[in-house]
Structure formats: structure tokens, C-alpha cells
């Protein structure tokens, strides 16, 4: 495995990555949730749905977590994301499922069980709930009653980087292994 270089001040987090045309596809078909002149809308190359968001690490918390992702064991998937919600206090639109895939809930408990076995991993103490933010700074919204499924083959997983910039945070994929 190549050693993995991390910006300085940036947070680590492991996610599910849609392929661009998925991306594309969402992005397009979920212009019209929101006015031009609300929020701040996430590009297609920035949506992404969180399995572990890390923080800062250390090089040597990261050196332990790398064979973990790597030896991660788990077949390739679909969501169907047919669901959007708010979450008020971060003021975030999102796109998730009505039914998320067991797949999608077994890879997640699977990949923070293994981290915290052996890196000393701390997870969130909220419950995961998946979904891919679309939005941020929208303070309130009438959601649709109904939104068309898409259905996203999930063939990989990844390790990202965030980086606050003055324009909003900025992902980069770090890492990425495949799901058979």
C-alpha cells in the first residue's frame, strides 16, 4: 500500500462515492427542491453519503485505519434514494431512502465495529442514517410528498478529505477499494 500524504487541517471521513453520471443525474433532478436564492447547493462531484466521519488524525491513527478499510469484506450493492429530508439545526437538505439497503447498514456497522476494535475509534453517538446532503443553509422547506427513485449500483467505498474553504467545505477522494 503507497503511503497516503493528508492536507494539513483536514477531516477524514470513509464514504460511498456515485459514479459522475449518478452524480450528474442527482443534481439535475433535484434543482427544482430548493430556490436559486436559498442555501448552498453541493456540486455533483461533492455528494457523497458518510459511513465514518474520523476528524483529524494522526499519521499514526491513520496508518491504522488504512489495513482496516482494506481488509473490509463486502459485496456490491443498490439504494434505491427515493426520500428527501431536512435536517433543521445544520440546515441541510438531503437525499436518502425510505427503506435503506441492509447492505448499505451492514458495511457501515461493519467498517466502525472494526475501527473501533482496533484503532480506538470513537463513533458518532447518534444513529447512522444515511443520506447524501444536497443542500446546506436552508433554514426551512416543504418537502415533496413524493421523489422519483434513482437507484445507485454501490460498487466501492472511499476515504475522503474535507477542507473548509470560503466557498464551503471541499471533498477530495484519498482512497479507494472496490466491493465484489
Known sequence: MQPLTVTPGARL??????QAELADTIYHSTHSLVSAHIGRRVAPAQLHLTLAFLG??????LQCMLPVAEALRAEAFTV???????FPKPQVLWLGSTTPALALQ???QQLVHDLT??????????????HMTLWRKV????????FAPLIW???KFVLAASRTLTTGAEYSILREWPLH
Open 117 to 130: 476494535q482496533h484503532c480506538d475509534y470513537q463513533p458518532e453517538s447518534r444513529a447512522f442514517l444515511p
Open 106 to 108: 451492514n458495511i457501515q
Open 153 to 155: 449500483p454501490v460498487n
Open 13 to 18: 471521513f470513509f464514504a460511498l462515492w456515485p
Open 56 to 61: 483529524h488524525l494522526s499519521a499514526e491513527q
Open 139 to 146: 433554514k426551512q422547506i416543504e418537502l415533496p410528498r413524493y
Open 80 to 86: 434505491q434514494l427515493d426520500a428527501v429530508g431536512h
